[in-house]
């Protein structure tokens, strides 16, 4: 087997293809080989050295694959040698080859091709679980969604529109506000030439938003908070603001943290808001919500109501490209890994 491996903590020059013997799948696994593998923030997060539940290095990371099983472990009952299938993999999905087991994998609809069933499960999964449990998002909810020309933004954007008269605020670089506009943003913000806040509550009459999706973090998560209506939420699912470039910087990660705000239940009570944290990877334990809810998004995805959108795809080989990309803030959806 090839995978990409993170050969210690760096830039993106300390990546690596590396050869290695196949792995066997044992009771209740499945092999599959690889056809695209899905590249996420957390990932460039876990070669920085930023991201705490990654593997130390030398480690091979990737949460999510599609491809076909060409090997069956004991006791697996509902999938078969030739199926095509998405995915979870925590971690080790930088690989041509993975074994996994069978709870994490789902057969792909035929229509659906490699590149979607790649980019679908951590993106959609977060984006789904995000609106429709940490928060309950409402019909004529007003949404404010951060890196949202991103893999989880417009997965995002575009499970907002299955609600009826859902109102969102997308901040990106004015490059994509096509794309954001596409996918059903009604109000992108170019956050490097005009203060999102101000944007938000001159459009809204001053009144704010009810729901505010934040994986930047630090004083974000302040500035979110106060754009918040009577009853609305705060959803805080990523630190991004702390991994500017491609290296680690110490002295900048510090001050995000500083930023970070401290709720109370009592503040939180006196204002009528509230403040719910997301991290798919810790829910691992909870696979039959995390097999329902890909079971609700399949079903989106049959009737057409979500498609990912596929920025780029790279080669093995060029995995530094891929992660150059994603630091550069070039992508408009999901980049992905090809063996
Ligand atoms: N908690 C969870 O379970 C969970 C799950 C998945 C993802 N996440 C988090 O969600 C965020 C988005 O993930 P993703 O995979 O969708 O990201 P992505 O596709 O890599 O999106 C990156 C885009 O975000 C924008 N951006 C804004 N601020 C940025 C910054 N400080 N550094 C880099 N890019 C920035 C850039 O676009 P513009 O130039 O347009 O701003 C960039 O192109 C990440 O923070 C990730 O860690 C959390």
């Given at each position: 087997m090839r995978a990409i491996w993170i050969t210690r903590h760096g830039g993106p020059e300390v990546l690596e293809v590396r050869e290695a013997p196949d792995p066997t799948a044992k009771e209740g696994e499945v092999r599959v080989r690889v056809k695209m593998a899905g590249l996420n923030f957390a990932e460039l997060s876990a070669r920085q050295g930023l991201y705490p539940d990654a593997p130390k290095p030398p480690c091979v990371v990737g949460y999510e694959v599609s491809g076909v099983i060409d090997q069956v472990g004991a006791g697996v009952a509902d999938l078969a040698e030739g199926d095509r299938v998405m995915a979870f993999t925590r971690f080790g999905g930088h690989a041509d080859v993975v074994v996994v087991p069978a709870a994490q994998v789902w057969r792909m609809p035929d229509a659906m091709s490699f590149e979607h069933g790649a980019a679908l499960p951590v993106n959609y999964l977060t984006a789904h679980h995000m609106l429709f449990r940490a928060a309950q998002l409402r019909p004529r909810s007003t949404v404010l969604v951060h890196m949202a020309a991103g893999g989880v933004g417009l997965a995002t954007l575009q499970l907002c529109r299955t609600?009826?008269?859902?109102?969102?605020?997308?901040?990106?670089?004015?490059?994509?506000?096509?794309?954001?506009?596409?996918?059903?943003?009604?109000?992108?913000?170019?956050?490097?030439?005009?203060?999102?806040?101000?944007?938000?509550?001159?459009?809204?009459?001053?009144?704010?938003?009810?729901?505010?999706?934040?994986?930047?973090?630090?004083?974000?998560?302040?500035?979110?908070?106060?754009?918040?209506?009577?009853?609305?939420?705060?959803?805080?699912?990523?630190?991004?603001?702390?991994?500017?470039?491609?290296?680690?910087?110490?002295?900048?990660?510090?001050?995000?943290?500083?930023?970070?705000?401290?709720?109370?239940?009592?503040?939180?009570?006196?204002?009528?808001?509230?403040?719910?944290?997301?991290?798919?990877?810790?829910?691992?334990?909870?696979?039959?919500?995390?097999?329902?809810?890909?079971?609700?998004?399949?079903?989106?995805?049959?009737?057409?109501?979500?498609?990912p959108t596929i920025d780029s795809t790279f080669p093995f080989d060029r995995a530094a490209d891929a992660h150059t990309r994603l630091h550069d803030r070039k992508n408009v959806g999901k980049v992905l890994l090809v063996p």
């Open positions: 609600v009826p008269g859902v109102t969102v605020f997308g901040t990106a670089s004015a490059s994509k506000h096509d794309a954001l506009r596409s996918a059903g943003c009604d109000h992108p913000i170019d956050y490097h030439s005009e203060r999102y806040e101000d944007v938000v509550r001159e459009r809204t009459g001053g009144k704010g938003v009810d729901l505010v999706l934040d994986a930047l973090g630090g004083h974000d998560w302040k500035t979110g908070y106060g754009l918040l209506r009577p009853g609305g939420t705060l959803v805080a699912f990523g630190l991004a603001n702390s991994s500017n470039g491609a290296k680690r910087r110490w002295l900048h990660v510090l001050r995000e943290l500083i930023g970070v705000p401290i709720f109370t239940p009592l503040g939180l009570m006196n204002d009528n808001r509230g403040v719910a944290g997301v991290n798919m990877g810790h829910l691992w334990s909870e696979l039959d919500m995390l097999r329902a809810t890909m079971v609700e998004l399949v079903a989106l995805y049959d009737t057409g109501a979500v498609r």
